[in-house]
């Protein structure tokens, strides 16, 4: 069976701190990998895709390493508004699409 | 552009009752998907599509139907609900199997009493 696992947090964080999140994924065999932003009551939105070569967008920063199966994500200077549940995301190729991982819960406190 | 909607929103079922869940798209997505959320379960696949007229089951399909007649549509049936289906429903669709990221419907939050 094909697993994502997070720690489910919460992790609390006081505003403009950096926080750090990561995810292990059991599917050697897994070919693409995402990070997914849920706020509360909503659906799943794409936060980022992540590369083996690391990739950022702003004050989020993603990083992969396939010979561990570890993903991560960054978040500097952290906002209220950065308060979420972050899903990490594995796609395995197959017809079946997408894993993902039951969440970590963000809060970010003023 | 609408994206992907769903309908209902919200609904609520009496133990026994059938209803039908619709999810349309207007990407020209051709794989649809259907999944549903339970607090500290994460999201867990039902049934999914990789084009009109096909289907197959996920990783929870028990309790379910589901047809895609049209490529814009891809409905999702409980032919007898029952308390263990109270969740939040949420329908995705991609371009293929290798799409950058899912488009997800806003959701239908199902309780079955």
């Known amino acids: 069976r094909k697993e994502v696992e997070q720690d489910p947090g919460p992790f609390n964080v006081p505003e403009g701190a950096t926080v750090a999140f990561n995810c292990t994924y059991s599917?050697?065999?897994?070919?693409?990998f995402f990070w997914y932003r849920q706020d509360c009551r909503k659906e799943p939105k794409l936060l980022m895709s992540v590369y083996s070569s690391g990739n950022e967008d702003g004050r989020f920063t993603a990083q992969l390493n396939r010979a561990s199966q570890y993903i991560s994500l960054l978040i500097r200077d952290s906002k209220l508004s950065d308060s979420a549940t972050y899903l990490c995301?594995?796609?395995?190729?197959?017809?079946?699409?997408?894993?993902f991982g039951k969440g970590t819960h963000l809060i970010i406190q003023p | 552009n609408a994206g992907v909607t769903q309908t209902p929103k919200f609904r609520v079922l009496k133990t026994g009752q059938s209803m039908t869940l619709l999810c349309a798209q207007d990407m020209n997505h051709e794989y649809m998907y259907w999944y549903r959320q339970d607090p500290g379960m994460g999201l867990r696949l039902i049934h999914y599509?990789?084009?009109?007229?096909?289907?197959a089951k996920g990783e929870v399909p028990d309790g379910y139907n589901v047809s895609r007649l049209k490529k814009q549509n891809f409905l999702l049936g409980l032919e007898s609900a029952a308390p263990s289906q109270t969740s939040v429903y949420f329908c995705?669709?991609?371009?293929?199997?290798?799409?950058?990221?899912?488009?997800f419907g806003s959701g239908t939050r199902l309780t079955v009493v």
């Open positions: 995301v594995v796609n395995g190729g197959g017809a079946d699409g997408l894993t």
């Open positions: 599509s990789v084009g009109e007229g096909t289907t």
């Open positions: 995705a669709s991609s371009y293929s199997r290798q799409a950058n990221g899912y488009t």
């Open positions: 599917n050697s065999a897994s070919q693409s």
